[in-house]
């Protein structure tokens, strides 16, 4: 599946404003932004594709991407994008089966190829770990104030990854996952369901699916406050 031609789509709240496109100025954007997290910050400088402070590799041509940004200065917080299927005949060719060539096989269920496109590069800058919109974090913050700060963005950058579905027609996710996101995004009513065991791959991995219909069933059930946060009804 070639990635269509889409026009950018602008969501702003006056608190974020999230952003999707395949607009070359948004797309460079979004990579140097991804350089500062996996390789300033996180030191992948030798795991990733580097070119002039851009993170980049051959998936992004047949990506959507999205942004996510302060409204009052424009500066990056988050970043994901949506690699969209090849199917050229071996099957959808995701960076997922960079890790294991099959790991669909173990999918609890038929999944339909097609439509099948791979959460990818989901990141939070942690310049804006302990920023909320709403103000700066109080004095001794619990821990579980400081965790719906980051869910704020990591609510937003779902919503991101609806939208470019919805575009593009994917109805099944995959994704490579730190445990620990899964449990987060699990939290906030998102679940993934796990692909055979976690694989080290920049650390401990685990290749994960979900059927995007699902998601927005079980959300509805679970999280009745987010779910129209993530889907927008």
Not at 12 to 35: F, G, I, W
Request: charged share 30%; proline share 8%.
């Amino acid at each position: 599946m070639t990635a269509p031609m889409m026009k950018p789509l602008v969501v702003n709240d006056n608190k974020l404003t999230l952003k999707v496109s395949r607009e070359p100025d948004h797309v460079a954007r979004c990579q140097r932004l991804r350089y500062k997290v996996y390789c300033v910050e996180r030191g992948w400088y030798n795991e990733v594709r580097i070119s002039k402070g851009h993170e980049i590799d051959a998936y992004d041509n047949r990506s959507n991407h999205a942004l996510l940004t302060r409204p009052d200065n424009g500066d990056p917080i988050g970043v994901v994008r949506l690699v969209l299927p090849a199917n050229e005949g071996a099957g959808p060719d995701l960076p997922i089966q960079e890790i294991d060539p099959n790991p669909l096989d173990f999918a609890e269920e038929e999944i339909d190829f097609a439509r099948l496109a791979e959460v990818s590069r989901f990141a939070v800058t942690r310049e804006y770990k302990n920023w909320h919109p709403d103000g700066p974090p109080m004095k001794n913050e619990s821990r579980q104030s400081s965790e719906k700060r980051f869910s704020l963005f990591s609510v937003m950058l779902m919503r991101a990854v609806v939208l470019m579905s919805r575009q593009s027609g994917v109805t099944w996710l995959c994704a490579t996952m730190e445990p620990a996101l899964i449990l987060h995004l699990a939290r906030l009513g998102i679940k993934f369901k796990a692909l055979g065991e976690p694989k080290e791959y920049h650390g401990l991995r685990q290749p994960c699916y979900a059927k995007l219909a699902r998601i927005d069933e079980e959300m509805r059930v679970l999280r009745p406050d987010v779910h129209p946060m993530v889907f927008g009804d």
